[in-house]
């Protein structure tokens, strides 16, 4: 690149030169960094800014976190839906169901909803359900407000089957006695 500097250059200007030389080799992995599943793990935070996640949580796993950029724009698209709300805690592992005053067998007040949680083989404390909480909160719809939490425990066990097979013939021996001997 040094042809292109003047002959009256100064050796600054020249260093300057050498040093952005080097640039050109530096890879830049943009295609990368904005995908959700190739993006290295220290910048998700902020491919998760980029792409206005509502929630994000530092002590979440990479998959927890990997998931929530990944849903983020349809999330946004669909906020203040159920289907955003179902979306949102899918995205963070949640396997959850959301009830709405209209479907419930009693109904509710009107605009409430409740959040059905089944737990399978984790425990669900008190901080996870803030952040469920606060998962719902920001995807909702600005007039529905949660009503009841209920939470079920699920017991999951392979079946266990045993089968006996049997086979064989019955045979039955009469004892008669001679009455002529």
Known sequence: MSELLPHNASSGEHALDDTTARLGAVPVPLRDVWSASDCPAQALPWLAWALSVDLWET???????RGAVRSAIEVQRRKGTIGAVKQALEAIGVDARVLEWHRQDDPGA???????????ATAIGLGTLDTLIAAVDRVKSLRSHLDQIRLT?????????????TCGHAITVKYIEDSDA
Do not use: D, I
């Open 153 to 165: 425990a699920v017991a999951v066990a392979p079946p266990q089957v045993a089968v006996v097979g």
């Open 110 to 120: 009107a605009f409430t909803y409740q959040l059905l949680l089944e737990t399978r």
């Open 59 to 65: 002590g979440w796993s990479v998959e927890q976190k």
